[in-house]
Each structure stands twice: as C-alpha cells, then as structure tokens.
C-alpha cells in the first residue's frame, strides 16, 4: 500500500501548504481550524508517512508531484 493512501483530504491540504513553506499559523488561518488541530495533523502525518519532521513529509509530498508528473507525460 502506498504511503499516501492512508491520508485524509483535510491531512492532504495540510500536507501541501507545509509543502509550500506555509508555518502552523498560516496553515491554521487558511483552513479555518486551530493552529492545535494543524498540530494533531501533523503528527498523523509524519507517522503516515513515515517521516520525523515537516521538511521530510514536504520532501515526501514533491516527489509524489513530481512522480506524478512523470506518469501523465509518459
């Protein structure tokens, strides 16, 4: 099972605002929920993806993009 399954939409966006650089607060304000409920996000991610912190899962998210990227121009 890809790692990726397993995620929420709500962990989904999260995951991509933290990939575009976005901090807790920011993330929090643009989803309408609490920067503690980004946090819990947050964890739930980093143990999904099997990752120890926020540059990880950001590294992890790009190179999804980018794989997928790949398979729509092959």
């Known amino acids: 099972m890809h790692l990726f399954d397993n995620l929420t939409e709500r962990e989904e966006q999260v ?3 933290v ?3 976005r901090e807790n607060k920011a993330i929090a304000n643009t ?3 609490s920067v503690f409920t980004v946090q819990n996000h947050m964890q739930n991610l980093f143990e ?3 990752v120890r912190n926020r540059t990880e899962a ?3 998210y790009w190179q999804r993009v980018a794989q997928s990227q790949f398979r729509q121009n092959s």
């Open 15 to 17: 995951l991509a605002l």
């Open 19 to 21: 990939a575009d650089g």
């Open 31 to 33: 989803l309408c929920i």
């Open 48 to 50: 999904r993806l099997e």
């Open 58 to 60: 950001a590294s992890r």
